[in-house]
């Protein structure tokens, strides 16, 4: 069982293969949080780890067994008000002003499985041991419940919480605070590990020690955003990838959001994950609900390596669109690095020729294909093709690219409108923009009011359209701004703070209309790059464009950071022209490979104008991309060696079979150095017991030998990069092969 009850003691002991959440109900009728961790043996009652003692200076009030002051309780779902001065989980308005509420325990209800959310991406489960616990709490004056639901993954020790708040009284409540989920640790002996960056340098690891008070990440931008991920880990200090104790959580969302740790007077750390209240609020009229988004919970004592991988475990069998899922992704070449917006069908089909003669597999078409669209200022929303570009339209392009034995894909930024297109002429009232003032631009164009069914019903019908016509096999979908303005003219005054959530609320019904309408489109989420690369997008779209970053050498780092909270099957990664567009950086056709490798391999560039050379290197590639795409998009990520800690000018990373026959480590060098000490790769996750060969050689190595002893990596003494005419900047790939 993943729920054990004690119906005496009122405990509940959710529990996988090797974690333990447990909860129970107080005296007072509220709940109190007892123990999350390594799995622990299921019991009545945890007498021990309840024991409460007297603090002087504190509110408090006697029961018949302890002292209760709510300010030192591990609580599970905490207000504001009452005695606890830590930040709550959640926070409610009355209409005479009041913010107190006191929720009570109601009841249970224990189920197998996982339903979905309805209006929101969420969890699934039919089986696996999964079962899902609800728990009923109720403040009986004004009417308020309040459902906790926990879902327990066992064999990815994975927990998923989500709120849901229900008025059944009879006056209007206003809903401030709505967090998906509170975690209250006993000791604040933790790194808080986040992944920061920005435009171009998304998901870098960032590690600080939390103190007393308040440490946070956040986004108020209407997305998940390039700046700050949803995604945070909390581990020991002396937790490597391979040892320690670390605790993740994320967010099944793909707006602003708060992740929290407060270190409270008694050194205890209270984990917030959900909604950010900033910007936030809910009007809850009698007889209506509200639900927050999943946050996912996780917990390993074997470092972090091993939560990545559970939690990759996790999104490929209860997250991700099942009919993609365990799919192998195409190898795709985009058409925007080598056109931009000047092309014709010719000059399009020149590069889909190229392509299936070189064994790519899908060739997308990017941005400018509709409208007036020659630059950036225009047509945004007007999803009609430009018969300038293409005078036979879609259909006669697609058709082209499929006879070619190629799939074809097309890039639409469906949220985004252009001052200069029909649909802002005929609606100027659907984009969002503050009354009366100047609105902001933001790459020259604005956002459309989503959070309005007519808007969204009327890019489905434009997108349908397009769909249909050209036969898609794939949609590159872009969100190229944040909000800025926020202001709905169809939102009454007093809901304007509901505008951001509605919003995200209208992207994801989008999507899901459109997935349901043609299930065999493959979609990849975009946002200039990683603007939201997030569990939210993931759920509808199971690949997202990692960065509009190709560098080779700053995708390690992206790429690197990124590992820690998503799977590589979820990241598009691909070869672009150099010098690179965003750095201006040379790096070897073979390095800007051996990175891309570890993704959704793609191609980000005019391969027409390769050379001879080049071609022949871009087919090695392709070929070898796909002889092992299974262990590249679907094997176990180890993370070996770090750019972020040292002296940053090594990475190294390696996947694995599931059968442990096979493996390939990656080891990347920023620069040369002269005269270097010894070098060796410690491959891990191989059979101890197995031999290996590595890249044909003549020696053969047991499994425990390449991961205690290592495999010797000889120096770069020669010079073979003609692209920069420097030995900087180099990649080498380790294949272990199991030999008989």
């Given at each position: 069982m993943a729920v054990i009850i004690s119906q005496d003691e009122k405990v509940f002991h959710l529990q996988t293969d090797e974690v333990s959440y447990v909860f129970q109900v107080m005296e007072n009728g509220e709940l109190e949080q007892i123990y999350f961790g390594k799995r622990v043996h299921s019991k009545e009652a945890y007498r021990n780890l309840t024991t409460k003692e007297r603090r002087e200076a504190m509110v408090a009030w006697r029961t018949d067994r302890d002292y209760f002051q709510p300010d030192n309780i591990k609580q599970e779902y905490s207000s504001f008000g009452k005695g606890d001065f830590r930040e709550p989980a959640y926070q409610v308005e009355q209409e005479n002003g009041s913010r107190i509420t006191e929720l009570k325990y109601q009841s249970y209800r224990l189920a197998k499985g996982k339903k979905r959310l309805s209006e929101l991406p969420s969890a699934f489960a039919e089986n696996d041991d999964v079962e899902t616990l609800e728990i009923t709490l109720l403040d009986k004056l004004i009417g308020l419940q309040v459902v906790l639901k926990y879902s327990v993954f066992p064999h990815q020790n994975v927990i998923v919480r989500s709120t849901e708040f229900s008025n059944q009284g009879d006056e209007k409540l206003n809903i401030l605070r709505a967090l998906s989920s509170q975690i209250d640790l006993p000791d604040s002996n933790y790194d808080f590990i986040s992944f920061a960056g920005s435009w171009a340098r998304e998901r870098h690891e960032v590690i600080r020690r939390i103190k007393s008070g308040i440490q946070s990440i956040s986004s108020l931008r209407t997305a998940s955003s390039h700046q700050q991920n949803p995604f945070i880990l909390l581990a020991r200090p002396e937790t490597t990838e391979d040892d320690g104790d670390v605790f993740a959580f994320n967010l099944i969302y793909s707006g602003n959001f708060l992740d929290q740790v407060e270190v409270s007077q008694y050194d205890t750390s209270r984990v917030l994950v959900g909604i950010n209240p900033e910007e936030f609020s809910w009007h809850l009229d009698p007889s209506t609900s509200f639900q927050t988004p999943e946050a996912v919970l996780s917990f390993s004592d074997h470092g972090k390596n091993k939560i990545s991988q559970q939690l990759a475990d996790f999104y490929q069998n209860h997250l991700i669109n099942q009919r993609f899922a365990k799919q192998q992704r195409p190898v795709l070449v985009n058409n925007w690095e080598a056109t931009y917006f000047d092309f014709d069908e010719k000059k399009l089909l020149a590069i889909a020729e190229k392509a299936a003669e070189l064994g790519i597999e899908l060739f997308v078409l990017d941005d400018g294909w509709f409208g007036h669209r020659d630059d950036d200022?225009?047509?945004?929303?007007?999803?009609?093709?430009?018969?300038?570009?293409?005078?036979?339209?879609?259909?006669?392009?697609?058709?082209?690219?499929?006879?070619?034995?190629?799939?074809?894909?097309?890039?639409?930024?469906?949220?985004?409108?252009?001052?200069?297109?029909?649909?802002?002429?005929?609606?100027?009232?659907?984009?969002?923009?503050?009354?009366?003032?100047?609105?902001?631009?933001?790459?020259?164009?604005?956002?459309?009011?989503?959070?309005?069914?007519?808007?969204?019903?009327?890019?489905?019908a434009l997108m349908s359209d397009r769909i249909k016509e050209s036969k898609l096999d794939y949609i590159k979908w872009d969100m190229n701004r944040y909000i800025t303005d926020a202001f709905s003219n169809q939102l009454p005054d007093s809901d304007q703070k509901e505008l951001a959530h509605r919003y995200i609320l209208g992207v994801y019904k989008l999507y899901q209309r459109l997935i349901d309408a043609f299930p065999n489109v493959l979609f990849e989420s975009c946002a200039s790059g990683g603007g939201r690369f997030d569990l939210g997008l993931m759920y509808y779209a199971p690949q997202a464009w990692t960065s509009d970053d190709t560098d080779a050498l700053e995708r390690i780092y992206i790429q690197f950071g990124t590992s820690y909270g998503y799977p590589l099957s979820t990241m598009g990664a691909h070869v672009s022209a150099v010098p690179n567009y965003q750095t201006g950086r040379l790096t070897s056709f073979k390095t800007r490979g051996d990175v891309a490798f570890f993704g959704d391999l793609g191609y980000e560039l005019d391969i027409t104008q390769l050379s001879d050379k080049e071609q022949l290197q871009m087919k090695d590639q392709i070929t070898f991309y796909k002889k092992n795409r299974e262990l590249f998009q679907f094997g176990k990520f180890y993370r070996i060696e770090s750019p972020f800690s040292g002296d940053g000018n090594v990475a190294i990373w390696e996947v694995v079979s599931k059968d442990q026959k096979q493996a390939i480590a990656a080891r990347y060098q920023i620069l040369n150095k002269p005269n270097p000490a010894y070098l060796r790769i410690y491959f891990k996750g191989l059979n101890p017991n197995l031999k290996y060969r590595i890249n044909d050689s003549e020696e053969i190595f047991y499994g425990d030998e390449l991961m205690n002893a290592g495999y010797f990596v000889h120096q770069i003494l020669n010079i073979n990069n003609p692209i920069s005419g420097s030995a900087d900047f180099s990649s080498r790939l380790f294949v272990a092969q199991a030999v008989e």
């Open positions: 200022t225009t047509s945004l929303g007007d999803w009609f093709v430009d018969k300038n570009k293409l005078p036979d339209g879609l259909s006669h392009l697609s058709e082209k690219v499929h006879d070619l034995g190629l799939k074809f894909g097309l890039w639409f930024e469906p949220e985004m409108v252009s001052f200069d297109s029909d649909l802002y002429r005929n609606h100027p009232d659907w984009m969002i923009s503050a009354p009366k003032r100047i609105p902001t631009p933001g790459r020259n164009q604005f956002v459309l009011d989503f959070s309005r069914d007519d808007v969204v019903e009327y890019i489905f």
